[in-house]
């Protein structure tokens, strides 16, 4: 439809003058029409081959080479259907004019031109944006489809630890095995979020901490002792289900475990500059492979799939005989769904 008014247009600006000044002829306006029907099938196959081969995909460079030669072939075409027949029916307008072809060949390369850029610059830009948007849909499906494995992850590598350490005290315990479960039962009630949620607050990450340091407390008795210290400001922050207790929990399997006479786990938080500080400290001697472990590879990657280049961890030995985890995340108002 826009082929044909614009064609349509295109002709009737040069013929409607043409015809006022020098009277209607029937021959005339039978080749105005013939004139519009050539043009729209001759532009109908430019696009046919644009799309055939995918010239939109095309560098600039080589799609300008095969724009400026369909040019000059369309208006090639147009020339030689149209000088012909004008020079018998306009025989004496064009009996002083030399040149009459090359003139003819320049006014339909112009039409041609301004139709063919026209085309091709709109589908070039509708195919590249849309190729950007698919490429970031690709890229954010892929980022969706890791955080979910990521996510994954977490559970069966925290029940094992968990249920084993309740399984020790089934026979010589068996209150505190009840106990253990009742706690477990809660940190597993949390942990359903992370296949729910992206982000929670920070408070109901630190209660679920809690209850882990409390069940592995049973296990350990007076050799774990911790202190959960939380700036009242940072207690609605946005972090990852789970990503706290499992920082823990490495602190205690790679720290506090190995040392016979226990250690001390410590977590707090702060918040300044809108960017939330966790710092977890525990007792040990950070190892050449400590940050390979599945807890602070897997904090680091979903930190950065949520929150990109602005959130950091990093582990370091912070005195002799402990070790520091700490985690800089920026705010955001909500959790993300």
């Not at 001759?42 to 799309?51: A, D, G, N």
């Not at 309740?166 to 026979?171: F, G, M």
């Not at 525990?282 to 050449?288: A, I, K, P, Q, R």
Request: net charge neutral.
């Amino acid at each position: 439809m826009l082929q044909i008014v614009g064609w349509t247009g295109a002709m009737a600006f040069e013929y409607v003058p043409y015809a006022l000044q020098y009277g209607f002829e029937l021959s005339d306006f039978f080749m105005t029409v013939a004139n519009i029907l050539m043009a729209i099938i001759l532009t109908h196959f430019y696009r046919l081959i644009v799309q055939k081969w995918s010239w939109s995909n095309l560098p600039l460079s080589r799609l300008s080479i095969r724009v400026g030669l369909s040019v000059a072939v369309l208006g090639t075409v147009m020339t030689i259907f149209n000088h012909p027949i004008d020079k018998q029916i306009l025989a004496d307008n064009l009996a002083n004019q030399p040149f009459v072809f090359w003139g003819y060949l320049a006014n339909w390369c112009k039409l041609m031109l301004t139709w063919v850029l026209s085309y091709t610059i709109y589908h070039y830009v509708e195919q590249h944006r849309l190729s950007d948007l698919e490429r970031i849909m690709f890229k954010t499906s892929i980022r969706e489809a890791e955080a979910k494995v990521l996510r994954s992850q977490l559970n069966p590598h925290f029940t094992f630890n968990a249920l084993n350490s309740i399984r020790a005290l089934i026979v010589e315990n068996p209150e505190k095995a009840q106990l253990g479960i009742t706690q477990l039962s809660n940190i597993l009630r949390n942990s359903l979020l992370v296949d729910r949620r992206k982000t929670v607050d920070l408070r109901e990450e630190l209660k679920t901490v809690e209850d882990y340091l409390n069940l592995e407390k049973i296990r350990y008795e007076d050799r774990l002792q911790f202190s959960v210290r939380a700036d009242p400001a940072s207690l609605f922050c946005q972090v990852p289900p789970m990503m706290l207790q499992t920082l823990v929990e490495n602190g205690v399997k790679h720290g506090v475990s190995k040392i016979v006479s226990g250690g001390n786990i410590d977590v707090t938080t702060s918040v300044k500059e809108d960017v939330l500080t966790v710092s977890i400290v525990n007792s040990g001697v950070l190892e050449s492979n400590d940050s390979s472990g599945i807890g602070l590879k897997n904090t680091a990657e979903r930190l950065s799939l949520l929150y990109g280049v602005d959130a950091r961890v990093e582990i370091f030995q912070l005195t002799e005989n402990e070790v520091s985890v700490e985690l800089n995340i920026p705010l955001i108002s909500k959790s993300i769904s």
